[in-house]
């Protein structure tokens, strides 16, 4: 996730990076990490208590939030993400507008 | 490489979705898109966000999703056809870095008709297929991710914001950062080397040769893991 400040509410946080603020804490699928107060309140705070590292990049005035390492896995859940992507004529297609099919997601690449 | 496979798979009820991680766009996946003249959906991930989603650290790798957007196979070496390249003998005439290369890529290892037989089942059977695994199996199976990984994943997205703005010189420094926390994941790399190999304009190169920018490059980076290794394989055959 690229943000231009870290000036953005643990709620947005949350969303762009797929949890969801509870009572019991931040969840994801069946995963949820308790949250102490501070990490209700500051962003960055509960970026740390994800385990999601920030990068900065003073220069270009941009930070980079990493993944959650929380699970210690690419996946906390086997929920599928929403991801939203072009095709070559820039039409975006939702994976989650696949719904009720059974898909192969193949990555490839030029290289 | 999946088109034929789809007009296989599609009357069961199975889609494929390809995904380019190319942070080249458009640009570089179309001339492999136009002539595979798909009728399934072919996405271009520029920032490579299906990596971090899935756990993709090369490619070809897949993830299978069911009915219910639900995972049933967490991201794995995903071979679809067998590779002329790496069947047949290299000619004796074949000198340097070029030699080099097909060396060690006819030493990785792949599991071709495994791999289709499992995706065959599960188009048969759904759910009920031995080859489709539970939610907590998908995850545990998943791809390791460390602290350090997770910040690799961070500056690489910083390196593909760069690079597409145009700050290429920028980008370097946080590709290699990328690499050094992160040096199993060949997406990475090998994304970073193709753009130092590779003139404006010309199709993606393969080579991935040394450069002065990377620490790596392909060759002596397959060397050094194994090219037996360079492919961890799914098990498909039980």
């Known amino acids: 996730m690229l943000l231009s400040s870290l000036d953005i509410t643990p709620a947005d946080l949350a969303e762009r990076a ?39 990049d003073e220069i270009h005035r941009l930070w980079a939030v990493g993944p959650s390492t ?7 859940t086997a929920v599928v993400p929403e991801l939203v992507l072009p095709d070559l004529d820039g039409n975006e297609l939702a994976l989650s507008s696949l719904r009720g099919q059974r898909v192969v997601l193949a990555a490839w690449a030029s290289w | 490489m999946w088109q034929a496979l789809r007009a ?30 798909p009728e399934h959906p072919s996405l271009i991930d520029q ?24 995972l049933v196979r967490p991201a794995y070496a995903a071979h679809v056809q067998h590779s002329p390249l790496r069947d047949s003998p290299i000619p004796d005439d074949l000198e340097g870095p070029l030699r080099d290369l097909l060396t060690e890529v006819k030493k990785i290892r792949t599991n071709v008709d495994d791999h289709l037989a499992a995706l065959r089942d599960w188009a048969e059977h759904g759910s009920a297929s031995r080859f489709a695994l539970s939610p907590d199996e998908v995850v545990a199976r998943s791809q390791p991710r460390s602290r350090d990984q997770a910040r690799a994943a961070a500056c690489f997205e910083l390196g593909q914001h760069l690079w597409r703005t145009g700050d290429r010189d920028a980008a370097v420094p946080w590709f290699r950062e990328a690499h050094r926390l992160d040096p199993n994941n060949w997406t990475y790399k090998r994304q970073a080397w193709t753009f130092a190999t590779t003139p404006d304009g010309q199709p993606s190169d393969l080579m991935q040769g040394p450069t002065d920018l990377y620490e790596g490059n392909w060759l002596d980076d397959v060397r050094r893991l194994g090219a037996e290794n360079y492919y961890p394989l799914e098990d498909f055959s039980a």
């Open chain 2, 47 to 70: 920032a490579h966000v299906s990596d971090e989603l899935f756990g993709f650290v090369n490619v070809p790798m897949a993830v299978w999703i069911d009915e219910e957007g639900t």
């Open chain 2, 8 to 37: 296989e798979l599609h009357p069961k009820g199975v889609e494929i979705v390809t995904v380019a991680l190319d942070t080249g766009g458009a640009d570089a996946a179309r001339p492999f898109i136009e002539a595979a003249s």
């Open chain 1, 18 to 56: 797929g949890w969801e603020l509870k009572p019991e804490g931040a969840c994801k699928g069946e995963l949820c990490v308790p949250l102490a107060g501070d990490a209700r309140a500051s962003a960055a705070a509960l970026a740390e208590r994800l385990g999601m590292p920030v990068v900065h």
């Open chain 1, 70 to 76: 929380a699970a210690g896995r690419a996946l906390e």
